[in-house]
C-alpha cells in the first residue's frame, strides 16, 4: 500500500476530525480582573497517579499566552445547557468580554470555574510542549467540582449534539 | 478556597472522568501474523501541520510494548455498528484472538486497519513521552480512510452511547 500524498492527507484529516465527537470544555486562567478563556476540544486524561489532564491549544488562539503563562488552569466540562457559550467562547465574543456569558466564579489560584458545569478541574500548570502549530499544556488536578446529571455538550462534524445518554446493557 | 486533599482528588477524578463523554477508538500496531490492539479514549488530534495524533496508552496494558515498538500505529475510530468490538479490544478477549472480531485489513507498514471504521488514521510513530502511569505516543498521519456515515460510538459513565446527531442550528 502506498503512502497518500500531503494534499490528500490533508484534507482527509478535517474530515476524519469531523468524525471524531468530542465533549466541549471551556479551558480558563487568570487571575481577578483578567480572565482569559476560550472553548477547547482536544482535552484528555492522560494519567490517574497523579490525576493529570492535557489540553493542545493552537499557538495563535486568543488564550494561548495567558494558559502558558498562567501558574492554574482550568478545564470546564461544558453541559447541554451551555450550549451558547460554544460560540462566545469560540472567537465570537472578544477576550475580554466572554466571561459576562454564563456564571463564573474564583477558584483555586483564583481562575475562573464554571459554576454548573458538568465537572470542573483546576489543573496546576505542570508542563508545556510545543507541538508544531500547538502546544500541549499539562496540569495536575488540585481541585474538582462534580455536578449532578452526566448531560455533556459534544461536539461533532462542526456542529454540537445533545441530549447523549448512556445505555444500559 | 483551600486545595483538596488527595484521596477526595483521585476519587472526583474518576467521576469527572465518568462525564468526558468521548468517541471509542482501537489503536493498533504490528506486522502480519503479529498485530496488537486495544480499545482507547484518550486519543486527540494536536496538530493540523503536520497532521498529528496523540494516544494516553497505560504502561500496564498488553499492547503497550507492541506500540511502543512499532514504527506505525492505526486509529481506528469507532462506528455504532462496532459496539461488540468494545469489550473484545478493551480486555475481555486475549490479544492474540481480537482480530478474530471485526474485518480487519493490512494498511501502510503492516498495521491493522478495520475495514468499516467511522475514520482510519494510520501513524507513523515519532515520538514517545513517559507520564505516570501512561506513556504518550505520538504518530504523524501518513494515510487516512473515511467511511459514509458520521454515527461515532461514544464511551460515557461506563458504557457505550449511540445514536449521536449533530444538530442544525
Chains 1, 2 share one sequence.
Not at 489543573?123 to 510542549?129: L, M, Y
Request: one cysteine or more; proline letters at 3%.
Amino acid at each position: 500500500m502506498t503512502k497518500q500524498d500531503d494534499l490528500v492527507i490533508a484534507e482527509g484529516f478535517k474530515l476524519a476530525m469531523r468524525r471524531l465527537a468530542t465533549t466541549v470544555s471551556i479551558v480558563t486562567t487568570g487571575q481577578s480582573g483578567r480572565w482569559a478563556g476560550m472553548a477547547a476540544t482536544a482535552v484528555v486524561p492522560i494519567c490517574a497517579e497523579p490525576p493529570t489532564m492535557m489540553v493542545a491549544v493552537n499557538q495563535s488562539a486568543s488564550s494561548h499566552t495567558a494558559i502558558r503563562e498562567g501558574e492554574y488552569f482550568c478545564i470546564n466540562l461544558l453541559a447541554t445547557r451551555h450550549r451558547e457559550l460554544v460560540s462566545v467562547f469560540g472567537g465570537k465574543v472578544a477576550a475580554d468580554l466572554r466571561f459576562a456569558h454564563g456564571q463564573w466564579i474564583e477558584g483555586t489560584g483564583g481562575v475562573p470555574v464554571l459554576a454548573d458545569s458538568l465537572a470542573s478541574l483546576t489543573c496546576a500548570h505542570s508542563r508545556a510542549v510545543s507541538f508544531g502549530t500547538h502546544t500541549l499544556f499539562f496540569g495536575e488536578v488540585v481541585d474538582i467540582a462534580n455536578h449532578a446529571d452526566i448531560d455533556p455538550l459534544l461536539w461533532m462534524d462542526g456542529g454540537v449534539a445533545t441530549g447523549i445518554r448512556t445505555e444500559i446493557v
